[in-house]
């Protein structure tokens, strides 16, 4: 079989008759930007946004990517010098881009880089995509985690920092023991008011290590939020062997994506920013409404499908969202999420539900049931938990958030309708199975009782630990596909 060039710098030419080449030089590209966790998502994202700001704006802004978990993404970009395809997929066909902006990668063999670079004269700002769990934080409260073992180990004298939290922290010390002012770090994740959040831990990792340290970043470095969306599944082989078919040459470090793509930033970087505004961002003074209605409608569903759906025998979203009841039931949870929101100005709640619905459906995109079903246990309180915390409070119903929760619950078990062993992907894992034991309503007691999800308050609403147990009780007897045919019948 033939075997395909790899894309680079050198190849790059050769892929323009077919993608969008970067309107950049990456040659001479200088670094101002520090990202923590080079995943699928911040390639299809971020990295693409900011390439698109640097064409419009210009400026320095060429980020040095460095991978936090494994070798596999640094080892597919360093041979391609840092370039990658993007691939666009949805019912109004494909576009093909390139790349080029990721001009250093670090890999979890070299993390003392990070501190070194974020500590750059040049570095005016650190962003993350880690996923909820890399906070190293409690997820009911957003405090950080001291008992991690990655924090602990991270607060371990002389030790090289692993976790992101200890990154930030050591490249800070490094940054204000080399006398250079503050930056920004701006969270990329789906956590409520992310910046805020990343604030309050940095600030209690700094002061475990050094109070001076935490008030220097206290009083030197922003933490701006933003809200971030573009559905991005994980890259499989058949799509590398698509886009290298398509390009004529191989690329190790395509994504897949939607033409959708969002993001809104919070103004504030005291050391100066890439033109976002150019680069298809928002640029606000308070994300929080932005983020709030992505969180509770996109996705409180998504978590919503992903269970229910994987346990229907649905692979993907799109196969799930055209079940019988999934979309009804979809939409009657965003009508028990609208009256929680407060909309953005000018918002068209009607019109970004449909939206909504479209991006799910998109037979272009397999997006999987299982790659959304991970780490439930951090993301539930943003997406379901607060839609139920407020309406519990308000005398709302909250039936399709707390059969979200059981559905959560249900798949959580670990074995699947036809007595097939799930595997669950949770830094809660064996909690969770140990948890997971007895009859529906002792199950959901005994997860209800996980204050670091639950909290201490929703572990004692009577009224919800019986809408949860009854329908954990109803997919137990009667299977998801059962019930979400019916469950927005009442
Ligand atoms: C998904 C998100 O995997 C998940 O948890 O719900 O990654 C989702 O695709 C994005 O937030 C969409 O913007």
Redesign the pocket.
Known sequence: MQTNARLSLATLPRAAAVARRPAIDPHRLGVGIVHLGCGA?HRA?QAMHVQRAIEAGGGDWGIAAASLRGEAVPASLLPQDGLYSVLERDADGMRLSINAVLREVIGPSRLAAVAAAIARPATRIVSLTVTEKGYCHDPATGELDEAHPDIRADLVPGAVARSAPGLLVAGLAARRAAGLGGLAVLSCD?LPENGATTRRIVLRMAALRDPGLAAWIAGEVDFPSSM?????PAPTVADRANVATMLGLSDEACVVTESFS?WVVEAAFRAGRPALELGGATLVSDVRPFERM?LRL??AA??TI?YLGYLAGHETVSDAIAAPGFASLVGRLWDEAAPTLSLPAGTDLAAYRASLLARFANPHLA?RTW??A??GSQ?LPQ?LLGTIRDNLAAGRPCAMAALGVAAWMRYVRGIDERGQAIDVRDPLAVELAARSRGSPGERADALLGMSRVFGADLARHAGLRAEVSSWLGRLEREGAAAVARTAAAG
């Open positions: 998502f994202h789906n971030v969306d573009r559905m991005v969002q992505k996109l996705n998504h978590s992903a997006h790659q959304i991970m780490d993301k997406r």
